[in-house]
Nanobody, 125 residues
Framework: QVQLVESGGGLVVPGGSLRLSCAAN????????LGWFRQAPGKEREWVSF????????YSTNALKGRFSISRDNTKNMIYLQMNSLKPEDTATYYC??????????????????WGQGTQVTVSS
């Protein structure tokens, strides 16, 4: 089993920044990618970004490139999501996810084998 624990959410004014963290614990040796999804009220969960653990390559949805970036700290089994120039439409619950897929693709919610509990990000003045 793998446990994912997110932190770092909160209330931020438009234009502000936040950094989300996700700690991966447990049997992570089978995990091939870690990433982030988000879900706004009344909307489907959508992919944000993921990082392939074998080579560190990162992938992000085009809509958020330039504002959001994913990174990792291998020594701590953690990933981060740096979010800049936040907009009200970024308001959502952000979820950390992990996949065992050999393709190491983590783009659809169905790709994830494990989920964190989510952390709320609210962008409002």
């Amino acid at each position: 089993q793998v446990q994912l624990v997110e932190s770092g959410g909160g209330l931020v004014v438009p234009g502000g920044s936040l950094r989300l963290s996700c700690a991966a614990n447990g049997n992570i040796f089978n995990i091939n990618a870690l990433g982030w999804f988000r879900q706004a009220p009344g909307k489907e969960r959508e992919w944000v970004s993921f990082i392939a653990l074998s080579d560190g390559k990162t992938y992000s949805t085009n809509a958020l490139k330039g504002r959001f970036s994913i990174s990792r700290d291998n020594t701590k089994n953690m990933i981060y999501l740096q979010m800049n120039s936040l907009k009200p439409e970024d308001t959502a619950t952000y979820y950390c996810a992990a996949t065992k897929l050999h393709s190491a693709l983590l783009i659809r919610p169905a790709d994830a084998d494990y989920w964190g509990q989510g952390t709320q990000v609210t962008v409002s003045s």
